[in-house]
């Protein structure tokens, strides 16, 4: 690869308060293929790694405001944040996938109509939605058009759809709003330009619409006969013990010899034409190189993933990972590119775990850049996240919007935050993080001169921070309290 490991692509071990070294890699993700495996069996096993990465990190971009200012160091992330097509940065010698976020606002409009169409929306209904998309329509072609009445008629227009849909299927929907959400959290250009067209987020249409009485059947119309279809070929079993034992091998913290019979795996799956295996093998070869900080070579190998890749899964697992890589070098460009991309791929698969945490994950690129873009990524991610029962989900999501609501001096909002953190992380039998967030919770109340309250906080949060292993964390909050006291 030409690229060594001490350069800016290895995140830098830190030191912590003065205490031993730490490395965040291992420190958060030591126990990620675990839970990966215990989730083996899962319908839908979303992203096997959701905590936040540690923040004592200085990123570039906060030394440039503490040495030149803010508006400098701004417009260097902007510029940075923008590149598109352009050369990866120098620091990346494996070759990048040029996506990008940016979005023309014709491609938006024609996108909804379209989909409204596909779904078979009835003639009256769909005159309805044409009115808004009037109103849209005449916004658009203007010099300066008003951004705010654009996305609330397409708000208006998409729970029309909605409805359609929740009384259609006779189950609640929120796929068009949902959608388009998601779309305006990326860079719209609202300047109207058909021809500017970006083909990571067209929208892929069934072939079949919703109800189309004349030309269709029925929701309710008895189902013809299935068409016998040829069995599937069966993955070489050969094949398959070699993949389930250099997993065993990487599991067993053997990585030598797990990617040595990775490599053999992956010699057979090319013999079979078995891409789709191939692209598991370098899934799991990423993650063996990306648990050890061989970093450069996890991204060869997620990129190789992609290419033969066929199951969305594995893609969203891929760009999920890369992106967290790239968050973690503060490469922001390609960290939002590969975060986008996971939403892109999780909601074809309707997976909302991935979705609200990859969106999270963007808010807190931009809670780090003091941009208050960022709580509007967290509010979506809350509304994603709601729809699931995953507790540890919904405690990250209130944490990261809390401390970004700290940072941004709205100590009430942020306390009540925490307090949603704490709730869902005991509901998720996470003791550790209910007391970190006791703990973020009392720092803030200490800055805002609330002594009492901040006491009470750390008291409670103490007990959990006992039912852990996590002395540092003990002897810092029994350190606050003894002061306090």
Same mark, same amino acid.
């Given at each position: 690869?030409?690229?060594?490991?001490?350069?800016?692509?290895?995140?830098?071990?830190?030191?912590?308060?003065?205490?031993?070294?730490?490395?965040?890699?291992?420190?958060?993700?030591?126990?990620?293929?675990?839970?990966?495996?215990?989730?083996?069996?899962?319908?839908?096993?979303?992203?096997?790694?959701?905590?936040?990465?540690?923040?004592?990190?200085?990123?570039?971009?906060?030394?440039?405001?503490?040495?030149?200012?803010?508006?400098?160091?701004?417009?260097?992330?902007?510029?940075?944040?923008?590149?598109?097509?352009?050369?990866?940065?120098?620091?990346?010698?494996?070759?990048?996938?040029?996506?990008?976020?940016?979005?023309?606002?014709?491609?938006?409009?024609?996108?909804?109509?379209?989909?409204?169409?596909?779904?078979?929306?009835?003639?009256?209904?769909?005159?309805?939605?044409?009115?808004?998309?009037?109103?849209?329509?005449?916004?658009?072609?203007?010099?300066?058009?008003?951004?705010?009445?654009?996305?609330?008629?397409?708000?208006?227009?998409?729970?029309?759809?909605?409805?359609?849909?929740?009384?259609?299927?006779?189950?609640?929907?929120?796929?068009?709003?949902?959608?388009?959400?998601?779309?305006? %959290?990326?860079?719209?250009?609202?300047?109207?330009?058909?021809?500017?067209?970006?083909?990571?987020?067209?929208?892929?249409?069934?072939?079949?619409?919703?109800?189309?009485?004349?030309?269709?059947?029925?929701?309710?119309?008895?189902?013809?006969?299935?068409?016998?279809?040829?069995?599937?070929?069966?993955?070489?079993?050969?094949?398959?013990?070699?993949?389930?034992?250099?997993?065993?091998?990487?599991?067993?913290?053997?990585?030598?010899?797990?990617?040595?019979?990775?490599?053999?795996?992956?010699?057979?799956?090319?013999?079979?034409?078995?891409?789709?295996?191939?692209?598991?093998?370098?899934?799991?070869?990423?993650?063996?190189?990306?648990?050890?900080?061989?970093?450069?070579?996890?991204?060869?190998?997620?990129?190789?993933?992609?290419?033969?890749?066929?199951?969305?899964?594995?893609?969203?697992?891929?760009?999920?990972?890369?992106?967290?890589?790239?968050?973690?070098?503060?490469?922001?460009?390609?960290?939002?590119?590969?975060?986008?991309?996971?939403?892109?791929?999780?909601?074809?698969?309707?997976?909302?775990?991935?979705?609200?945490?990859?969106?999270?994950?963007?808010?807190?690129?931009?809670?780090?850049?003091?941009?208050?873009?960022?709580?509007?990524?967290?509010?979506?991610?809350?509304?994603?996240?709601?729809?699931?029962?995953?507790?540890?989900?919904?405690?990250?999501?209130?944490?990261?919007?809390?401390?970004?609501?700290?940072?941004?001096?709205?100590?009430?909002?942020?306390?009540?935050?925490?307090?949603?953190?704490?709730?869902?992380?005991?509901?998720?039998?996470?003791?550790?993080?209910?007391?970190?967030?006791?703990?973020?919770?009392?720092?803030?109340?200490?800055?805002?001169?609330?002594?009492?309250?901040?006491?009470?906080? %750390?008291?409670?949060?103490?007990?959990?921070?006992?039912?852990?292993?996590?002395?540092?964390?003990?002897?810092?909050?029994?350190?606050?309290?003894?002061? %306090?006291?």
């Amino acid at each position: 690869m030409g690229l060594n490991l001490s350069s800016v692509n290895q995140r830098p071990y830190i030191v912590k308060d003065g205490k031993r070294p730490v490395n965040p890699k291992e420190e958060q993700e030591k126990s990620a293929r675990q839970a990966q495996d215990e989730q083996q069996n899962a319908p839908s096993k979303g992203l096997s790694l959701v905590e936040d990465k540690p923040k004592p990190f200085v990123p570039n971009y906060t030394a440039q405001v503490q040495q030149g200012g803010w508006q400098a160091a701004k417009s260097q992330i902007q510029a940075q944040s923008r590149y598109n097509g352009a050369p990866a940065p120098a620091t990346d010698t494996f070759e990048h996938q040029n996506t990008s976020a940016n979005i023309n606002i014709a491609q938006i409009f024609k996108d909804f109509r379209n989909t409204a169409l596909a779904i078979g929306t009835p003639e009256d209904l769909m005159n309805e939605v044409d009115g808004y998309l009037s109103l849209i329509q005449s916004q658009v072609t203007k010099e300066n058009p008003n951004t705010k009445l654009i996305k609330s008629n397409f708000k208006n227009a998409s729970s029309l759809l909605d409805a359609y849909i929740s009384e259609t299927l006779n189950k609640e929907s929120k796929v068009v709003e949902n959608w388009v959400d998601a779309i305006f %959290l990326q860079q719209i250009d609202f300047k109207y330009n058909e021809n500017d067209i970006n083909p990571q987020f067209l929208v892929k249409f069934p072939e079949k619409t919703l109800n189309k009485p004349a030309q269709e059947e029925t929701l309710t119309a008895a189902p013809a006969e299935p068409t016998p279809q040829p069995s599937a070929p069966k993955v070489d079993d050969d094949l398959k013990s070699m993949f389930k034992y250099s997993k065993q091998l990487a599991r067993e913290n053997n990585p030598k010899a797990a990617l040595l019979n990775f490599q053999k795996a992956l010699a057979r799956a090319d013999e079979l034409g078995e891409n789709s295996v191939k692209s598991k093998i370098y899934l799991e070869v990423g993650d063996i190189y990306n648990d050890y900080n061989y970093l450069p070579q996890a991204l060869t190998s997620y990129h190789k993933s992609l290419e033969n890749a066929t199951d969305n899964k594995v893609k969203i697992k891929a760009h999920y990972s890369m992106a967290q890589i790239y968050d973690n070098v503060n490469q922001i460009s390609p960290a939002l590119d590969h975060y986008y991309t996971t939403v892109a791929y999780a909601g074809e698969e309707d997976n909302l775990v991935a979705q609200s945490v990859s969106l999270a994950k963007m808010g807190n690129i931009y809670s780090d850049m003091y941009e208050q873009e960022s709580l509007d990524y967290y509010s979506t991610a809350k509304d994603l996240a709601a729809q699931t029962d995953n507790s540890k989900v919904k405690g990250f999501i209130a944490s990261s919007t809390a401390d970004s609501l700290s940072k941004f001096g709205e100590p009430q909002e942020a306390l009540k935050e925490y307090s949603q953190a704490v709730q869902h992380y005991a509901q998720a039998d996470s003791p550790l993080k209910v007391a970190q967030n006791y703990n973020s919770a009392a720092d803030l109340m200490i800055e805002y001169h609330n002594l009492n309250k901040a006491k009470s906080l %750390l008291s409670k949060g103490l007990n959990f921070a006992q039912q852990t292993n996590d002395l540092d964390l003990i002897a810092e909050m029994s350190g606050k309290l003894e002061i %306090l006291s």
